[in-house]
């Protein structure tokens, strides 16, 4: 193996582009979000903007630091890496501060530090690289298995801490199983259990479960009556069932009741514009205001005035919405489009199975919080509190989306002289 | 590279939801407007900017009305901390309880929004309230200005206003819940003029509703414009004197410049004082007013409905002449009889001439000149000729409004003649049936504002201008109604000069020899409207001097016998009053205040139906006063 004349070389511009691009875009739009008269500077430390800076300045240290390190450091430290975030895990469980019901934050002096927002690329680097052992076989039940554990023990530990949102981030790793040969049945029942679930919310069951069994009865009719199909069928159809029939179950019992209120503002079952629906109804009235262009920069009454809620953090995508319209949202969507694809464009250039696997990764987190965020903040899908990726304000998690992004960065500068 | 399939499959979702993501942004951000509507009433307040109503002044230029500085408490219930209460209640005055109700009322209206914690506060109560304001979080004052009256007098000429209702803001647009509007007086009539224009200030909240600067640097704001200032033609003074003459009597005074229409003094009693119409007192004092036995509210001089009596021999005289049924040479015998009742007369010498029937107020005389005309030949029938002589007198500005400047007013009663149809039968009346119309008895009702009306056109021998209270809105003359027009009887001038020296008589060596004073010339007629339930009302109508005249009166005195005793000393003071500016007769004018004619509150022969009628409906039907032949 040769050495790296320099540690920009082979570096992919264009991803580090469209970073710098979302970063200063979000820092911006923060400035705006919660502009302060008396702090005009967008430098002023004592305001969000001002330390958003702080961890823009601290995050291209890192970025740095990442692309210094050499390239094999990280497949070769996963499994440690891992262990010591889901020990940090515990400790936070132990340790933590509780914020807004969440206990999932370290408290150092004046800033917070959120440990889950680490668990994903630790969690990512380590089902990358069991994932890319040799003879390895998603087929086989103990592959799925420990891939499974692998993602299901800080999905329980960060449920531990009560912070759902950043424990449904960790179900995007179904994509990177899927890329690597889980059977694509898996994403059907998925899709089609939550189908399922909402269906259920907002029709009676019965009606569910029989046209349900008329479909399957209509199979069963159709297909060839072989012994394997009927009980296909009929497995299938009792699980369907068994989602149906759980549902209520799920619903009143797991589900705290702010998530409740929020799915049935959703569903239009809870039209309570002062209640659940007010951080929705806001969000909305703030991005549909802004019209095709926006109302201007600093111009944006819903954010600036405090309508909507969180409006650097999780609602950060309503800043632009209102200030900039839908101009400003076909750009931020545009520019996350284009870091996916050219993500999986990477991901399959790579002659490295860990890289790849661990790019598929960097898509399907990034995916999955573009998705819930903003889809969020549009009345698509029910108020779930996660950052927008590079945009949010927050430390932590401008941190952890840097580590993700830059270490790909790094894994792929290597992609010419890595044979395997 | 296995499964390379699958990438598609993932790169399929993205671009499926980033794709369902930008057509649903299209949608709220470009197609639908509603969000942009809310979001405009989320921050922008439409803050009124209330325009200072106009002042009113009397025709001198002195102050009638002026408007006073009042503040109104607000709260924004959210701001709310804990105080101490206690100190805060002493300072408005109000109870513990009281203050856990408002916060509630304003809690429930709205958490973040602000409404009226108290009402107009006092200057003094908000300078004690304003050095502690900072410990009260979550109220402040917002300024208003409420009506002012610094004389106390003539509150129903003046009027009041009163916040608008529901009705009125679902019909006139302009006015929004909470305006204030004139109701009654020249409020009301000249609103439009005294209200000015609102301006209004568009500010930006937050979502505290915490004033957030002005909305696109008050592109969109525009400012009040104060309302107009009115000179009325009321003379202050004179009012006064009429007020302070009437105390602890029932009447009412009504004097007009007759070369003009100009209202010098409007005269009502019992009356009010205008102040307790005013901000926060005013429906409990309104309603108080209301129960009142003598119905202060009433405004007598354009209301209530009197039988003229004697005065009105005059009118009937006129047009009696105009028709050439007599003239100032006519005599008729001392007596008039129908059927079995004759009509008396006090005595005095006989074979009078017209000049000599007004002097002594000869009662056949005018029963005979009513007889003469209203069943005479020429006019074929009785109804015929009853029909003319009403045409006439509605000439004189009686039995229909005579359109003064002030709401309220009311028609006054002369009957038609399907009233007499209905009431004998067609055919089965005639001048004997009713003859007491002759002098101003029976079935007439004129307000005191007619019957000055009658004097002005007397005074002007033949015509009047229409009577009013406003001379002028801001600088310019009111000619917001037609007050130039010269209403002409159908009467010739010529005619007039024989009343007129009858009504010097009257004065000189007549029944009102009380109210002669200095060197003027004065006509007038006294007049005793019968009243079957009590003592009779004394009524005095003049006009002052002769030649040129300058002041027409008329005075009424509820239940206080006869005309000269009470009505014509009143009216006397006043136009000498008015005339030099000063009263001569210092102890008739003691006497006048001293005299209180009020009743006893409990006495029974005091009872509703003994005040002058207050008609519910216009018809001119209304009112009825039972025929009784006069006794003056």
């Known amino acids: 193996m040769r050495k790296q004349k320099s540690i920009f070389e082979n570096i992919d511009w264009l991803i580090v582009g469209i970073y710098l691009a979302l970063v200063l875009i979000g820092w911006v739009n923060i400035y705006a979000a919660v502009y302060n008269e008396d702090h005009k500077s967008i430098l002023d430390i004592s305001q969000n903007y001002g330390r958003q800076m702080v961890w823009i300045a601290t995050s291209l240290v890192l970025a740095i630091f990442i692309l210094v390190i050499d390239g094999k450091f990280f497949e070769a430290f996963a499994y440690p890496i891992y262990g010591f975030v889901l020990l940090i895990l515990v400790a936070v469980l132990l340790f ?81 199983l899927y890329r690597e040969g889980l059977s694509q049945n898996v994403l059907i029942i998925g899709f089609f259990a939550v189908l399922l679930f909402v269906l259920a919310l907002m029709v009676s069951k019965i009606i569910i479960v029989s046209v349900l069994a008329g479909i399957a009865v209509l199979a069963i009719a159709l297909l060839r009556k072989t012994r394997k199909n009927i009980i296909t069928i009929s497995v299938i159809l009792a699980m369907a069932a068994g989602v149906v029939f759980s549902v209520d179950y799920f619903f009143h019992n797991v589900l705290e009741p702010h998530q409740k209120q929020r799915i049935n503002f959703l569903l239009g079952k809870d039209t309570d514009l002062k209640g659940a629906g007010y951080n929705v109804n806001q969000s909305l009235i703030a991005i549909g205001s802004g019209g095709l262009t926006g109302k201007g920069f600093l111009n944006g009454t819903q954010t600036k005035f405090d309508f909507v809620p969180e409006q650097s953090t999780d609602f ?45 990764g960097v898509a399907s987190i990034l995916f999955i919080h573009l998705m819930v965020n903003i889809g969020m903040t549009i009345g698509l899908l029910p108020v779930i509190g996660i950052p927008l990726p590079f945009l949010s304000y927050g430390g932590s998690s401008l941190w952890s989306f840097t580590i993700l992004l830059f270490i790909l960065v790094k894994l792929d500068s290597y992609r010419t002289f890595i044979l395997r | 590279m296995q499964n390379s399939g699958q990438r598609f499959v993932i790169l399929g979702i993205f671009t499926v939801v980033i794709f369902i993501y930008l057509v649903r942004l299209f949608y709220i951000q470009v197609i639908d407007d509603s969000y942009k509507l809310s979001a405009n009433n989320n921050v922008l307040r439409y803050i009124t900017e209330y325009p200072a109503r106009g002042l009113v002044y009397d025709r001198t230029g002195k102050l009638l009305v002026y408007n006073e500085a009042v503040y109104d408490l607000m709260v924004i219930p959210k701001q709310v901390k804990d105080f101490d209460t206690t100190s805060f209640c002493d300072i408005i005055g109000i109870t513990k309880e009281d ?44 300024p208003r200005t409420l009506r002012k009256y610094p004389n106390k007098v003539a509150g129903h000429t003046l009027g009041y206003i009163g916040e608008v209702d529901d009705k009125l803001v679902a019909k006139n647009p302009y006015y929004q819940s909470g305006d204030y509007i004139g109701v009654s007086g020249l409020e009301q009539s000249y609103e439009e003029e005294l209200r000015g224009q609102r301006g209004v200030r568009i500010v930006m909240v937050d979502v505290f509703n915490r004033e957030k600067g002005s909305f696109s640097n008050g592109d969109y704001d525009s400012a009040a414009v104060s309302g107009q200032n009115l000179v009325t033609t009321l003379d202050l003074e004179l009012q006064m004197l009429g007020e302070r003459l009437l105390e602890n009597k029932i009447g009412s005074v009504v004097a007009i410049e007759p070369s003009t229409g100009e209202i010098l003094a409007i005269v009502t009693k019992p009356g009010y004082d205008p102040n307790l119409l005013v901000g926060r007192v005013r429906s409990k004092n309104y309603s108080q007013l209301l129960k009142d036995e003598l119905k202060p509210l009433f405004n007598r001089a354009m209301m209530a409905y009197y039988p003229p009596g004697s005065t009105f021999k005059l009118v009937n005289a006129l047009i009696a002449q105009q028709e050439s049924i007599i003239n100032p040479g006519t005599v008729f015998p001392h007596s008039f009889v129908v059927g079995s009742k004759s009509v008396k007369c006090h005595p005095h010498p006989g074979g009078l001439s017209l000049e000599g029937a007004v002097q002594y107020s000869c009662n056949p005389y005018f029963c005979n000149t009513f007889r003469a005309f209203v069943d005479n030949r020429k006019f074929v029938t009785s109804e015929k000729g009853y029909k003319l002589w009403r045409d006439y007198v509605l000439s004189f500005g009686v039995g229909r409004k005579i359109g003064v400047d002030l ?153 206080s016998g006869f005309g000269a005793t009470w009505a014509a000393p009143v009216a006397s003071l006043m136009m000498e009053k008015y005339l030099t500016d000063s009263i001569s007769r210092p102890e008739l004018y003691e006497r006048m205040i001293k005299g209180n004619l009020l009743p006893t509150r409990k006495d029974s022969l005091f009872k509703k139906t003994d005040r002058p009628k207050v008609p519910e409906f216009e018809s001119e039907e209304d009112v009825i006063v039972d025929i009784k032949t006069d006794q003056p």
């Open chain 1, 96 to 176: 933590g501060k509780e914020v807004a019901g969440s206990k999932s934050w370290f408290e150092i002096g004046a800033f917070r530090l959120q440990p889950a927002e680490f668990a994903k690329f630790a969690t990512n680097m380590a089902l990358a690289k069991y994932l890319s052992t040799v003879n390895i076989n998603m087929k086989d039940f103990r592959t799925k298995l420990v891939a499974g554990t692998f993602i299901i023990i800080p999905i329980a530990m960060i449920l531990l801490q009560n912070d759902t949102g950043s424990a449904l981030v960790f179900c995007s790793f179904i994509f990177v």
């Open chain 1, 316 to 360: 950060i995508f309503c800043t632009v919405g209102e200030e900039w319209g839908f101009l400003g949202s076909l750009v931020i969507l545009g520019l996350f489009t284009a870091l996916l694809y050219r993500i999986l464009f990477i991901a399959e250039r790579q002659k490295s199975d860990f890289t790849r696997i661990y790019a598929y």
């Open chain 2, 99 to 142: 203050f856990e109700k408002k916060l509630k009322k304003a809690k429930t209206y709205s958490r973040v929004k602000s409404s009226i914690f108290e009402k107009q506060l006092s200057a003094e109560t908000y300078a004690v309230l304003q050095e502690k304001l900072f410990k009260f979080h979550g109220f402040y004052v917002q």
């Open chain 2, 407 to 559: 709401p309220h007013e009311l028609a006054g009663n002369v009957p038609k003649v399907d009233f007499y149809d209905r009431y004998y039968g067609k055919g089965r009346w005639k001048a004997s049936t009713i003859f007491s119309l002759g002098i101003g008895q029976g079935e007439l009702g004129v307000t005191p504002l007619q019957m000055a009306n009658i004097m002005c056109i007397i005074a002007n021998k033949g015509y009047y201008y229409t009577p009013h209270i406003v001379k002028k809105i801001g600088d310019k003359k009111n000619t917001t109604r037609n007050l130039a027009e010269k209403h002409v009887t159908m009467v010739n001038a010529s005619h007039f000069e024989a009343i007129q020296d009858g009504m010097q008589k009257v004065v000189e060596a007549g029944t009102a020899r009380v109210a002669r004073f200095g060197d003027f010339v004065i006509c007038g007629k006294t007049g005793t409207a019968q009243n079957p339930h009590g003592k009779d009302h004394s009524l005095f109508v003049a006009f002052a001097p002769r030649e040129n005249p300058k002041i027409a009166i008329a005075v009424m005195v509820e239940n």
